[in-house]
Nanobody, 123 residues
């Protein structure tokens, strides 16, 4: 089982990025896939989650209206579309896989993690 996160980069305030989380070794349909982020000196925090079978989505308050999580089941990939980026969105973004009905904001609920992709938003 592997998760490969990609798509990070350096953008200016107000810019957009699309992060990808490609899964291999398992089928997304039976999992919840979440994005977490961690800024320097801060704890890892949940950004968004999608329960693939029912397509139920969850968002942190700071992500609502700006970020959209989606999936391409045929490609076994989950995306995080991030718009109107702010400097406080800077951090390493990780994707994680866990049980379908996970308490999505709790990092310890997830058994599989990708390696992280750096997002830097300049002011």
């Amino acid at each position: 089982v592997q998760l490969q996160a990609s798509g990070g980069g350096l953008v200016q305030t107000g810019g957009s990025l699309r992060l990808s989380c490609a899964a291999s070794g398992f089928t997304l349909d039976y999992y919840a896939i979440a994005w977490f982020r961690q800024a320097p000196g801060k704890e890892r925090e949940g950004v968004s989650c999608i329960a693939l079978r029912d397509r139920i989505t969850y968002y942190a308050e700071f992500a609502k209206g700006r970020f959209t999580i989606s999936s391409d089941n045929a490609a076994n990939t989950v995306y995080l579309h991030m718009n109107s980026l702010k400097p406080e969105d800077t951090g390493v973004y990780y994707c994680a896989a866990g049980p379908l009905y996970v308490n999505w904001v709790v990092a310890s609920e997830y058994g599989y993690w990708g390696q992280g992709t750096q997002v830097t938003v300049s002011s």
